[in-house]
């Protein structure tokens, strides 16, 4: 077995106040022609003492490990994912396995709202946890049942999501006559782990009654700060 080292992150926490002003004011002047349409958590994790899902799948182990906990019913029974939120209501929270990692817990959230709307949304959108979700969360962020390394993280298998295995998008339907600076502004975004792109594996689900071209705004493994930052000027601070 090959052991590879990991390189370190360079640790530039914020973001210049210059280029959030700047996003600030290309959201304010294109209010009519960017949709916020949804935003989606993943958290992905592999088991503890095991290798990763393409080797050892472990789909039992981990159903057992999520009914123990309150949050499969039957690990015997039915398909590889599973739905904890009550049907229709926002956010949904979705569990998966045996994937990419042995277990990804989903949490995606439909806004469909223009960037006034969502100004005007934003106190809606912190509403408190249930006690079940804290509950998977915590389960998720405790140690000993996953794949944990010091000095590195979650281990994951994908390279990009080593450490928190965490990555967050947000996704934005984009109209006609969009202020010309939107593009060019996010590429200067990419040193602080935001990235920007064109979406090709959104689900409609995700999209509202939005229908054009669709953009993705994604952090993997951001410092919990620049979120912080991005999301205060989007109006989801203290929105997981």
Not at 45 to 71: C, D, I, Q, T, V
């Amino acid at each position: 077995m090959t052991v590879f080292p990991v390189p370190k992150q360079s640790r530039r926490l914020w973001i210049p106040n210059s280029l959030l002003t700047e996003i600030e004011e290309i959201f304010s002047n294109s209010q009519s022609k960017i949709q916020f349409l949804s935003y989606r958590t993943r958290i992905t994790r592999n088991l503890a003492h095991s290798l990763f899902p393409f080797y050892e799948p472990k789909e039992m182990e981990a159903k057992r490990l999520l009914a123990e906990s309150g949050f499969w019913k039957d690990p015997k029974e039915g398909p590889n994912s599973f739905t904890v939120s009550k049907e229709g209501i926002s956010p949904i929270y979705h569990l998966y396995l045996g994937a990419e990692d042995h277990v990804r817990l989903e949490i995606l959230r439909i806004l469909d709202l223009n960037y006034g709307q969502l100004q005007n949304a934003k106190k809606t959108l912190q509403a408190r946890l249930s006690k079940e979700k804290r509950s998977l969360l915590r389960l998720f962020y405790s140690r000993k049942h996953w794949a944990y390394r010091q000095g590195i993280g979650f281990i994951s298998s994908c390279p990009t999501n080593l450490g928190k295995g965490r990555r967050d998008s947000l996704l934005l339907g984009i109209k006609e006559g969009v202020d010309p600076r939107f593009f060019s502004l996010f590429e200067k975004l990419s040193e602080f782990g935001i990235e920007i792109a064109p979406s090709t594996d959104h689900r409609r689900e995700s999209l509202g009654n939005f229908r054009g071209l669709v953009v993705k705004i994604s952090w993997k493994n951001a410092f919990a700060v620049q979120k912080r930052q991005f999301y205060k000027i989007l109006g989801l601070r203290g929105s997981l």
